[in-house]
Nanobody, 126 residues
């Protein structure tokens, strides 16, 4: 049984940085594409960033490019999201997701992922 546990959220001021972590357990981590999604109140769950199995390919939502970095540590079965220059509009619940067999064109689709964490709240005050 795959399990994903996020940590690292919190309340910060605009311009600050946070690093989210997602610990994976229950299978071969290296066989999964991993991603971060976020969901603000009243909005859909949107892709933030994704990283393919060996970390060689990453993709980002347009509004986080240049500010956020996704990376994975296959030895630790973990992924991370380094978030810099945070803005109030980044406020959301951030979810870690895992999926197998994803092609590049599906990385942004929440429905393409098989497993989800419980989410961690990120709140950015102005």
């Amino acid at each position: 049984q795959v399990q994903l546990v996020e940590s690292g959220g919190g309340l910060v001021q605009a311009g600050a940085s946070l690093r989210l972590s997602c610990q994976y357990s229950g299978g071969d981590f290296r066989s999964y594409t991993m991603a971060w999604f976020r969901q603000a109140p009243g909005r859909e769950r949107d892709i933030v960033a994704a990283v393919k199995r060996y970390g060689g390919y990453t993709t980002y939502a347009e509004d986080v490019k240049g500010r956020f970095t996704i990376f994975r540590d296959n030895a630790k079965s973990s992924i991370y999201l380094q978030m810099n220059s945070l803005r109030p509009e980044d406020t959301a619940v951030y979810y870690c997701a895992a999926g197998q067999g994803l092609i590049t064109s599906t990385l942004h689709r929440a429905a393409a992922y098989d497993y989800w964490g419980q989410g961690t709240q990120v709140t950015v005050s102005s």
